[in-house]
């Protein structure tokens, strides 16, 4: 890979690092960091063995995750009691984990799946498939009033599963590899400089109240273009083009990453935010909801801080990216296959994006490779604190709200709401802030 020439701020639509509380490092941008980096990638064995998926799944494996359609379980499983969905989608887990259930203790009033049929139970015999045909309204199903977390209240003796062969099954279920960067296009076009990063740019004016992190100044246009938000508002620059082409794609040598997951009807982890910033500037690229295009049971605030009402907001506002795949074509005019993609637990990141890529830095497993067990686990909020000094994911610090809603309660309110959970910008700056402290430990000679 040729060296990139220095380039201006990155340009296309990134903003300054926004962390007002945690002084993040400076990086000296050199090809030699970027070696680094190269050098701390884990094998493709080593993240296999993590739970990251490095190949499309066959059509055995996909048939293996296929849920009831009414009860949403998996007929494999036994059935338990009902846990904690939001353990699945901790960072901190070394895996996704497949969720049979879930604990709406933290719905927020997201709209669960009609079924579309109803069956008879069988007296003194514990049904199979137990669901409701209702929606959730306010924590409590339409069809019967009982709470959420309640058992359903049609029985059915055996499961309906979809065909083997169900299109939308398979499509639900199909992870896309990193596309290369086309040979038409210059491959150094838009790339971060890896070299010293020019001065950024003149500081603007205060930020709104609400003002989501990484996110654009009132006026401007969104930070993922209108072809990805699905929006037609404040478009003041369009990019024509058709799916599976990215023009004039801005490819960065590395960048940090981090999402927050809900929990959707079936029991999935399903994408809600996407967060990813430039490694060497600190540059935010992308930070906005995702709005899923499937039913959710609730958008596990206690760990995401995203309720349902910032979803609506966010996408009646046109900031919020229309669903996962539209998320991971927006990533993917921002990297190529030799972009250092960097993540604390990451499996479960592109887990929710579908996404196989080949160069990866986990600082949940470099921290496993010392041989030592830190005093606390290895969760990112553990290591900032015992190997960084500093403090994140703190409970009640004071936030600018969550990714891509921007409303008029939230610009008239006198102060900062307070933290409702993990910010994935914090939580992308915190992790990238682990992988410096790595690179140090690398002498340059």
Same mark, same amino acid.
């Given at each position: 890979?040729?060296?990139?020439?220095?380039?201006?701020?990155?340009?296309?639509?990134?903003?300054?690092?926004?962390?007002?509380?945690?002084?993040?490092?400076?990086i000296?941008a050199?090809?030699?960091?970027?070696?680094?980096?190269?050098?701390?990638?884990h094998s493709?064995?080593?993240?296999?063995?993590?739970g990251?998926?490095?190949k499309?799944?066959?059509?055995?494996?996909?048939?293996?995750? /296929?849920?009831?359609?009414?009860?949403?379980?998996?007929?494999?499983q +036994? $059935?338990?009691?009902?846990?904690?969905?939001?353990?699945?989608?901790?960072?901190?887990?070394?895996?996704?984990?497949?969720?049979?259930s879930?604990?709406?203790?933290?719905a927020?009033?997201?709209?669960?799946?009609?079924?579309?049929? /109803?069956?008879?139970?069988?007296?003194?015999r514990?049904?199979?498939?137990?669901?409701?045909?209702?929606r959730? +309204?306010d924590?409590?199903?339409?069809?019967?009033?009982?709470?959420?977390?309640?058992?359903?209240?049609?029985?059915?003796?055996?499961h309906?599963?979809?065909?083997?062969?169900?299109?939308?099954?398979?499509?639900?279920?199909?992870?896309?590899?990193?596309?290369?960067v086309?040979?038409?296009?210059?491959?150094?076009?838009?790339?971060?400089?890896?070299?010293?990063?020019?001065?950024?740019?003149?500081?603007?004016?205060?930020?709104?109240?609400?003002?989501?992190?990484?996110?654009?100044q &009132?006026?401007?246009?969104?930070?993922?273009?209108d072809?990805?938000t699905?929006?037609?508002?404040?478009?003041?620059?369009?990019?024509?083009?058709?799916?599976?082409?990215?023009?004039?794609?801005?490819?960065?040598?590395?960048?940090a990453?981090?999402c927050?997951?809900?929990?959707?009807?079936?029991?999935?982890?399903?994408?809600?935010?996407l967060?990813? $910033?430039?490694?060497?500037?600190?540059?935010?690229?992308?930070?906005?909801?995702? /709005?899923?295009?499937?039913?959710?049971t609730?958008?596990?605030?206690?760990?995401s801080?995203?309720?349902?009402?910032?979803?609506?907001?966010?996408?009646?506002?046109?900031?919020?990216?229309?669903?996962?795949d539209?998320?991971?074509?927006?990533?993917?005019?921002?990297?190529?296959?030799?972009?250092v993609v960097?993540a604390?637990?990451?499996?479960?990141?592109?887990?929710a994006?579908?996404?196989?890529?080949?160069?990866?830095?986990?600082?949940?497993?470099?921290?496993?490779?010392?041989?030592?067990?830190?005093?606390?686990?290895?969760?990112?909020?553990?290591?900032?604190?015992?190997?960084?000094?500093?403090?994140? &994911?703190?409970?009640?610090?004071?936030t600018?709200?969550?990714?891509?809603?921007?409303? &008029?309660?939230?610009?008239?309110?006198?102060?900062?709401?307070?933290?409702?959970?993990?910010?994935?910008?914090?939580?992308?700056?915190?992790?990238?802030?682990l992988?410096?402290?790595?690179?140090?430990?690398?002498?340059?000679?």
């Amino acid at each position: 890979m040729a060296k990139p020439t220095r380039r201006p701020w990155p340009s296309n639509g990134t903003t300054e690092p926004y962390t007002p509380q945690i002084p993040w490092s400076s990086i000296v941008a050199s090809m030699t960091c970027l070696e680094k980096l190269r050098l701390l990638c884990h094998s493709e064995a080593e993240l296999k063995k993590a739970g990251y998926v490095m190949k499309p799944l066959d059509a055995a494996q996909i048939g293996s995750k /296929a849920r009831c359609i009414r009860c949403g379980k998996r007929p494999d499983q +036994r $059935v338990r009691r009902r846990t904690n969905a939001t353990n699945a989608i901790n960072k901190n887990k070394k895996g996704p984990t497949d969720l049979t259930s879930v604990n709406t203790n933290e719905a927020n009033g997201a709209i669960g799946e009609e079924a579309s049929s /109803a069956s008879t139970s069988v007296p003194g015999r514990k049904a199979r498939c137990s669901y409701h045909t209702g929606r959730v +309204r306010d924590k409590a199903f339409t069809c019967c009033g009982r709470h959420v977390s309640t058992e359903g209240c049609v029985e059915a003796n055996q499961h309906t599963m979809p065909q083997p062969d169900d299109p939308v099954l398979h499509e639900y279920w199909r992870y896309h590899p990193t596309p290369p960067v086309s040979a038409q296009l210059d491959p150094d076009a838009g790339r971060n400089p890896v070299s010293p990063p020019p001065p950024p740019p003149p500081p603007r004016a205060p930020r709104r109240q609400g003002h989501k992190r990484g996110g654009r100044q &009132q006026g401007q246009p969104p930070l993922v273009a209108d072809p990805w938000t699905g929006s037609h508002a404040h478009h003041h620059h369009h990019h024509h083009h058709h799916q599976g082409q990215y023009p004039n794609p801005p490819r960065f040598h590395a960048i940090a990453l981090d999402c927050e997951m809900g929990v959707a009807a079936t029991g999935d982890s399903e994408l809600i935010r996407l967060t990813a $910033v430039d490694f060497f500037s600190g540059a935010v690229l992308i930070d906005n909801l995702v /709005a899923p295009s499937v039913p959710m049971t609730h958008y596990n605030t206690q760990y995401s801080g995203v309720t349902a009402r910032d979803m609506r907001e966010a996408v009646a506002a046109g900031t919020a990216i229309l669903g996962r795949d539209r998320a991971r074509e927006a990533l993917f005019r921002l990297v190529g296959p030799d972009t250092v993609v960097v993540a604390h637990g990451g499996n479960n990141d592109l887990y929710a994006l579908r996404w196989i890529h080949p160069l990866i830095v986990d600082t949940f497993l470099l921290e496993g490779y010392t041989g030592v067990k830190p005093e606390g686990g290895r969760s990112l909020q553990n290591l900032c604190k015992i190997k960084l000094g500093i403090a994140v &994911q703190v409970k009640g610090r004071r936030t600018h709200g969550a990714a891509g809603v921007q409303s &008029q309660r939230q610009s008239q309110s006198p102060s900062p709401r307070q933290r409702r959970g993990h910010d994935s910008y914090e939580d992308a700056m915190a992790t990238r802030e682990l992988l410096v402290h790595w690179v140090n430990l690398i002498p340059d000679a």
